[in-house]
């Protein structure tokens, strides 16, 4: 897979030139709101898929760069062939090469901007809600000494226009943590994604990057992570029906590939395992065959370091 190598290739080495790492953030940065060809990206940043040819859920990376490499060699042939890879957030804090696993990710996005989603995770954070660890400031410092600050800064940029949602109506919620908090009191979809809108409200930011599904016949309740909300079948059931029923795929907690909740309607993918000790990488695979929606599940065992 020639391409796939040179591609990493690339990556590395921009990765290690904070000049090529500023440009390729501020190009990143201009393309993120731009359509692809299956899929229109509505203000403020909802990603609203109009065919479903194969379309590749990847969960958290977290710098696990190792894995982020095995998983690309199973789904980057679609995306040259005829697919469409969404990105689910968390592309760095915790791993160990986080630097080289967003510039790699950011570099798909620069040359395949039509096939390739990048959603916004908890550690891509807003300024008013940051995770812990949030290590990638530092990291940014340890690589490129003081160029790190206007690195990070130029990130922060790249990370608010990150989209937060996508969706495909009777087919699914692509989000890292949770469908919006609005969708208990929305009776259109336009308004529970709040479509349309200048920008996000901070409970839709906080509701979608850091909510979790719980097994109880509930709405909604605090979550005890001190940011989002825990939800249950009753509040999945709500948001789906916003879109004429379908799955919601989501990432946000660490499984062994992926875990399904509330009858198999909530499904969360997780892809890396090397930071987290575990061993697969999740990768889920949405088709539709005479408009019926099915779901590929994919276990991947990531590459060892040292392979590249």
């Known amino acids: 897979m020639s391409g796939l190598r040179d591609l990493i290739e690339e990556a590395l ?12 953030i501020n190009t990143s940065t201009t393309i993120l709101e731009i359509d692809g060809s299956v ?23 977290h710098g696990d760069f190792y894995s982020l490499i095995a998983v690309l060699e199973n789904v980057f042939p679609r995306i040259i062939d005829n697919g469409v890879a969404v990105f689910l957030g968390d592309y760095i804090d915790r791993g160990y090469l986080q630097v080289e696993s967003i510039t790699l990710l950011l570099l798909l996005k620069k040359l395949y ?51 937060l949602i996508a969706y495909r109506r009777r087919g699914f919620i692509a989000v890292h943590g949770g469908p919006p908090l609005r969708c208990i009191r929305s009776t259109a979809i336009e308004d529970a994604f709040e479509i349309g809108s200048q920008a996000f409200s901070a409970e839709t930011i906080e509701s979608v990057l850091w909510s979790d599904p719980v097994e109880l016949g509930i709405d909604v309740i605090p979550s005890p992570r001190g940011a989002g909300y825990l939800y249950g079948s009753r509040f999945t059931e709500k948001a789906l029906s916003l879109i004429g029923d379908g799955v919601i795929i989501r990432s946000h907690e660490y499984v062994d590939g992926y ?50």
């Open 13 to 24: 080495s921009i990765s290690r030139d904070p000049g090529k790492l500023a440009d390729l």
């Open 39 to 61: 899929f229109k990206v509505h203000r403020p940043g909802v990603v609203e898929f109009l065919e479903a040819p194969s379309i590749s859920f990847v969960g958290d990376i």
């Open 113 to 163: 901007p039509d096939k390739v989603v990048l959603l916004r995770g908890n550690h891509e954070p807003p300024e008013f809600l940051k995770p812990y660890p949030h290590d990638f400031p530092d990291i940014l410092i340890k690589y490129f000494g003081g160029e790190g600050h206007t690195l990070y800064r130029l990130f922060l940029k790249l990370f608010s226009k990150l989209p």
């Open 259 to 308: 875990r399904e909740a509330h009858n198999g309607r909530v499904i969360t993918v997780f892809s890396a395992p090397l930071v987290y000790e575990l061993r697969y990488a999740g990768v889920l695979v949405y088709s539709e065959t005479e408009g019926r929606g099915h779901l590929e599940r994919i276990l991947i065992e990531p590459v060892q370091p040292g392979r590249y």
